[in-house]
């Protein structure tokens, strides 16, 4: 440190200079020195917390010393003065100070032995919280504490994890349903944990559950099994009634009886399963497995369980449903449009198949083997079903073969759960259609003494017509794709169109009798069900579709294929119209059980559009001229249809109209058009309108009195004048400076007036000006014509065209000199 004085403020100084002209001596350092000192004792834990179901000792403490580490060195000062005022070194000679000062301060700890400890418990494993107190006394005095508490199971859940306690039976395992929580003291829930399940406890506790409560419950439920459907009470009412065509009843007695002694029954066995967290029992039997799963603490005795139910099968049932137990037929169609035609899923209607188990579960669906024309003998008769066409490709390639009226099918279902099986099965007869009829074209169906069957045509119907009024509207057409509407439909793409006397064919099914009762006959309406066929008169257009690019060809025997009947020969199943040609020929088809009735129509189209108008040039002052729009159908001769037509005004539309515009100086043009099957007509209407009109006066002036002529010339938009001064209701004349109307020209002034004497005075025509006024003013003379608004009578919309009124206006002033008296 150097020598001189400070002046104030805290130094390594000893003393205050009281005069700074007499310093204080150069200060020194002495050699540096530790002290250490004992602050406090402190406990800590080895291990981790929360903890869980686990026993402590001294060893899982620590205890450590805590100390103080000053380091310090000594200055030595010569100071003049004895006197300190206040200084805080301590003097070690005459005239010699010493200060000591701490340079820095550390702290640490030392270990000491566990077994200084003292350990001791509070609470319990019992109560879920048992908490160890670890102390450390010094002289009897306790300097150190810590506390650590530990957790055990308070309470066990044992649960579905699930929300259905009821299950079928089936090959399957039900197994690793349930989940195992347990809850310790501090509220933390995790799962079991199968070191610390008490097995033997567990199966007690399952055990008990079991005979207490479960197994009683088990069998109450069993034995009130009744299916929804009531089906057991169903097959008493049935078992006792034979069908025409076999067994009624719903349930085979061998079945129904094995059904009655399983729901008697009682336990089969009893095996331990694994489960993790836990363990788990299965009692089987004969009606269903309980399976029961427990879990008890080890430490604390805590314990809970659950248990879910699988129901064995009963028993199954396949039964034909229609109409009523005695009468298991149904009427079934062969025809289809579709390749994807699938004829087990018609015959499989109103058929149930249903797989009953016990206890509160439901019923499953199945679906049974289905075995077609089984041989069955009806009235002395085998029938063994022959088909007849049901393919809609026949109606093109002409190979058609009629069917029987009948065939037997048998239904039947086997089914097991893994444990136990039940099987079942039911017969139902199948009705063929015998006839159909298109309005009144009748074909029927005749079965043959040797098993075969043809169809035979019993009446006919005449060809219709149907008019096509419209495919257009305002020129374009709108796309549509047109279908049959029926489950399968055939499809063809056209425009929108509308039709006069269009009417779609009816179509009626009618069905063998029933074999049950025989004065039953089944009708069905097939109007919605009726095959399309799509062709002109020239028989030249579409038939064959390609199924895998959907392509036509057309109708010609190198596209007719060569497997009659099948899917690669279909034809008709969708194309798109081609419009121009003046009849489209189509017949509505009913084919089934190889009895095809059909209607043909024809559609009419027109194939050439007039429109014309009895003047195409007209001015604003007359009348629109007369407009017609003719559609010309030629008619279909092949089958005795004449040529005709219709107007198409309704339908006709402005494709242009300049409009009418007076500034513009030029005519209005207006053209109409009209379309129909691509064939269209169009014209154009030319109507003039007033551009000026100039009025020529016999003079400017004149006195009370006066007679003269004036004139009116209207100069129309396309440069003719036309003289319109002799025109009614266009004169009139009024006081220029006032407007005041006082009219000597025109219709108003036609009769004159009657003087004094009673002499009538007149004007000599309306365009002549007779002014009897006897005071000076003057006078404005106007004409305005044509007065008349036109429109073309159409129809209001899209061919309606009017004039707007907006004549032309002509004006000349004249100066009247007043004369009073003569």
Same mark, same amino acid.
């Given at each position: 440190m150097g020598g001189g004085g400070g002046s104030g403020g805290e130094t390594n100084y000893c003393g205050t200079e009281i005069d700074p002209s007499r310093p204080y001596g150069d200060p020194y350092e002495g050699t540096p020195f530790e002290e250490e000192t004992t602050t406090g004792y402190k406990i800590n834990f080895t291990g981790s917390e929360p903890v869980y179901e686990e026993t402590l000792t001294k060893s899982d403490f620590a205890l450590y010393r805590q100390i103080k580490v000053e380091k310090k060195v000594r200055i030595y000062q010569k100071y003049y +003065?004895?006197?300190?005022? #206040?200084? =805080?070194?301590? *003097?070690?000679?005459?005239?010699?100070?010493?200060?000591?000062v701490v340079k820095d301060t550390t702290t640490k700890q030392v270990k000491m032995s566990s077994s200084n400890l003292s350990l001791s418990t509070k609470g319990s494993k019992a109560s879920c919280t048992l908490t160890y107190v670890a102390t450390y006394s010094v002289d009897g005095k306790e300097v150190a504490k810590e506390e650590v508490n530990t957790y055990w199971v308070k309470s066990v859940n044992v649960g579905l994890n699930t929300s259905f306690r009821d299950w079928h039976m089936d090959t399957g395992s039900y197994f690793g349903l349930f989940t195992c929580k347990i809850t310790y003291g501090n509220g933390k829930t995790v799962n079991c944990d199968n070191g610390n399940n008490d097995a033997t406890g567990a199966e007690a506790v399952i055990e008990k559950a079991r005979t207490s409560s479960l197994e009683k419950n088990m069998k109450s439920v069993a034995s009130q099994t009744v299916d929804k459907s009531k089906v057991l009470v169903k097959n008493e009412n049935e078992k006792n009634k034979p069908g025409p065509y076999g067994r009624n009843e719903r349930i085979h007695p061998l079945y129904e009886s094995l059904f009655k002694n399983r729901k008697n029954g009682t336990l089969?066995?009893? *095996?331990?399963?694994?489960?993790?967290?836990?363990?788990?029992?299965?009692?089987? +039997?004969?009606? #269903?497995?309980?399976?029961?799963?427990?879990? $008890?603490?080890?430490?604390? #005795? $805590?314990?809970?369980?659950?248990?879910?139910?699988?129901?064995?099968l009963a028993f199954v049932d396949v039964e034909d449903e229609t109409r009523s137990p005695n009468k298991k037929e149904i009427y079934d169609q062969h025809h289809v449009w579709s390749q994807s035609y699938d004829r087990t899923k018609q015959l499989i209607g109103n058929v149930s198949c249903k797989i009953y188990y016990f206890g509160p579960v439901d019923t499953w669906d199945c679906v049974p083997t289905i075995e077609l024309n089984k041989i069955v003998k009806i009235g002395n008769k085998d029938y063994a079903h022959s088909n007849g066409t049901y393919r809609m490709a026949n109606i093109y390639s002409g190979y058609h073969s009629a069917g029987n009226y009948y065939e037997y099918i048998k239904y039947s279902i086997s089914y097991t759960d893994g444990q136990y099986k039940a099987e079942d099965e039911d017969y139902r007869l199948i009705i063929y259609a015998q006839k159909t009829k298109v309005n009144n074209m009748v074909v029927e169906i005749k079965e043959k003494s040797n098993g075969s069957a043809e169809a035979q045509v019993k009446s006919t119907n005449p060809v219709q017509t149907v008019i096509v009024k419209e495919t257009h509207k305002n020129g374009k057409a709108t796309p549509k794709t047109y279908s049959t509407g029926t489950p399968e439909p055939?499809?063809?793409?056209? %425009?929108?169109? =509308?039709?006069?006397?269009?009417? $779609?064919?009816?179509?009626?099914?009618?069905?063998?009798?029933? *074999?049950?009762?025989?004065?039953?006959?089944?009708?069905?309406?097939?109007?919605?069900?009726?095959? %399309?066929?799509?062709?002109?008169? &020239?028989?030249?257009?579409?038939?064959?579709?390609?199924?895998?690019?959907m392509t036509v060809a057309p109708c010609d025997d190198a596209n007719r294929g060569t497997n009659p009947g099948s899917d690669d020969n279909m034809v008709g199943a969708?194309? /798109?119209y081609s419009y121009g040609q003046p009849v489209r020929e189509a017949r509505y088809i009913y084919l089934d059980n190889g009895a095809m009735a059909y209607q043909t129509i024809l559609f009419l189209y027109p194939t050439k559009i007039d429109i014309k108008f009895s003047d195409d040039y007209t001015y604003q002052d007359e009348p629109y001229p007369t407009t017609t729009c003719t559609k010309y159908y030629p008619g279909a001769p092949k089958y005795g249809v004449n040529a005709f037509t219709r107007s198409c005004l309704d339908m006709m539309y402005i494709t242009k109209d300049t409009g009418q515009n007076n500034k513009m100086g030029q005519p209005r043009k207006i053209t109409f058009k009209y379309v129909n099957n691509n064939y269209s007509d169009q014209?154009?209407?030319?109507?003039?309108?007033?551009?000026?009109?100039?009025?020529?006066?016999?003079?400017?002036?004149? *006195?009370?009195?006066?007679? #003269?002529?004036?004139?009116? =010339?209207?100069?129309?938009?396309?440069? /003719?004048?036309? !003289?319109?001064?002799?025109?009614?209701?266009?004169?009139?004349?009024?006081? &220029?400076? &006032?407007?005041? /109307?006082?009219?000597?020209?025109?219709?108003?002034?036609?009769?004159?007036?009657? !003087?004094?004497?009673?002499?009538?005075? $007149?004007?000599?025509?309306?365009?002549?000006f007779y002014i009897p006024d006897p005071i000076s003013k003057n006078y404005t003379i106007e004409a305005v014509y044509p007065?008349?608004? +036109?429109?073309?009578?159409?129809?209001?919309?899209?061919?309606?065209? &009017?004039?707007?009124?907006?004549?032309?206006?002509?004006? /000349?002033?004249?100066?009247?000199?007043?004369i009073k008296r003569i």
């Amino acid at each position: 440190m150097g020598g001189g004085g400070g002046s104030g403020g805290e130094t390594n100084y000893c003393g205050t200079e009281i005069d700074p002209s007499r310093p204080y001596g150069d200060p020194y350092e002495g050699t540096p020195f530790e002290e250490e000192t004992t602050t406090g004792y402190k406990i800590n834990f080895t291990g981790s917390e929360p903890v869980y179901e686990e026993t402590l000792t001294k060893s899982d403490f620590a205890l450590y010393r805590q100390i103080k580490v000053e380091k310090k060195v000594r200055i030595y000062q010569k100071y003049y +003065y004895e006197s300190i005022n #206040g200084g =805080t070194c301590d *003097k070690v000679s005459d005239g010699v100070y010493v200060k000591t000062v701490v340079k820095d301060t550390t702290t640490k700890q030392v270990k000491m032995s566990s077994s200084n400890l003292s350990l001791s418990t509070k609470g319990s494993k019992a109560s879920c919280t048992l908490t160890y107190v670890a102390t450390y006394s010094v002289d009897g005095k306790e300097v150190a504490k810590e506390e650590v508490n530990t957790y055990w199971v308070k309470s066990v859940n044992v649960g579905l994890n699930t929300s259905f306690r009821d299950w079928h039976m089936d090959t399957g395992s039900y197994f690793g349903l349930f989940t195992c929580k347990i809850t310790y003291g501090n509220g933390k829930t995790v799962n079991c944990d199968n070191g610390n399940n008490d097995a033997t406890g567990a199966e007690a506790v399952i055990e008990k559950a079991r005979t207490s409560s479960l197994e009683k419950n088990m069998k109450s439920v069993a034995s009130q099994t009744v299916d929804k459907s009531k089906v057991l009470v169903k097959n008493e009412n049935e078992k006792n009634k034979p069908g025409p065509y076999g067994r009624n009843e719903r349930i085979h007695p061998l079945y129904e009886s094995l059904f009655k002694n399983r729901k008697n029954g009682t336990l089969e066995s009893s *095996k331990v399963s694994e489960v993790r967290g836990g363990t788990g029992i299965v009692y089987r +039997y004969p009606f #269903g497995d309980l399976y029961v799963v427990a879990y $008890k603490d080890k430490y604390t #005795g $805590k314990s809970d369980y659950d248990y879910v139910r699988a129901w064995h099968l009963a028993f199954v049932d396949v039964e034909d449903e229609t109409r009523s137990p005695n009468k298991k037929e149904i009427y079934d169609q062969h025809h289809v449009w579709s390749q994807s035609y699938d004829r087990t899923k018609q015959l499989i209607g109103n058929v149930s198949c249903k797989i009953y188990y016990f206890g509160p579960v439901d019923t499953w669906d199945c679906v049974p083997t289905i075995e077609l024309n089984k041989i069955v003998k009806i009235g002395n008769k085998d029938y063994a079903h022959s088909n007849g066409t049901y393919r809609m490709a026949n109606i093109y390639s002409g190979y058609h073969s009629a069917g029987n009226y009948y065939e037997y099918i048998k239904y039947s279902i086997s089914y097991t759960d893994g444990q136990y099986k039940a099987e079942d099965e039911d017969y139902r007869l199948i009705i063929y259609a015998q006839k159909t009829k298109v309005n009144n074209m009748v074909v029927e169906i005749k079965e043959k003494s040797n098993g075969s069957a043809e169809a035979q045509v019993k009446s006919t119907n005449p060809v219709q017509t149907v008019i096509v009024k419209e495919t257009h509207k305002n020129g374009k057409a709108t796309p549509k794709t047109y279908s049959t509407g029926t489950p399968e439909p055939f499809y063809w793409r056209a %425009y929108a169109e =509308t039709y006069e006397n269009w009417v $779609k064919p009816s179509c009626e099914v009618t069905y063998a009798p029933s *074999k049950v009762n025989p004065s039953y006959i089944y009708k069905r309406n097939c109007s919605n069900m009726m095959f %399309y066929e799509f062709s002109s008169v &020239t028989n030249n257009d579409l038939c064959i579709i390609d199924w895998e690019d959907m392509t036509v060809a057309p109708c010609d025997d190198a596209n007719r294929g060569t497997n009659p009947g099948s899917d690669d020969n279909m034809v008709g199943a969708q194309f /798109t119209y081609s419009y121009g040609q003046p009849v489209r020929e189509a017949r509505y088809i009913y084919l089934d059980n190889g009895a095809m009735a059909y209607q043909t129509i024809l559609f009419l189209y027109p194939t050439k559009i007039d429109i014309k108008f009895s003047d195409d040039y007209t001015y604003q002052d007359e009348p629109y001229p007369t407009t017609t729009c003719t559609k010309y159908y030629p008619g279909a001769p092949k089958y005795g249809v004449n040529a005709f037509t219709r107007s198409c005004l309704d339908m006709m539309y402005i494709t242009k109209d300049t409009g009418q515009n007076n500034k513009m100086g030029q005519p209005r043009k207006i053209t109409f058009k009209y379309v129909n099957n691509n064939y269209s007509d169009q014209a154009t209407l030319t109507r003039v309108y007033a551009n000026k009109l100039t009025i020529q006066a016999s003079a400017k002036s004149g *006195k009370s009195g006066f007679r #003269g002529y004036f004139y009116a =010339t209207l100069t129309w938009q396309d440069g /003719t004048t036309k !003289d319109v001064s002799k025109k009614r209701n266009m004169w009139r004349s009024y006081v &220029t400076n &006032t407007g005041e /109307t006082v009219n000597y020209i025109g219709e108003s002034w036609e009769n004159g007036y009657v !003087d004094t004497k009673g002499e009538r005075h $007149k004007p000599r025509d309306i365009n002549d000006f007779y002014i009897p006024d006897p005071i000076s003013k003057n006078y404005t003379i106007e004409a305005v014509y044509p007065k008349t608004v +036109y429109n073309n009578g159409l129809y209001p919309g899209q061919n309606y065209v &009017t004039d707007v009124y907006a004549p032309a206006t002509g004006r /000349t002033t004249f100066r009247l000199i007043g004369i009073k008296r003569i």
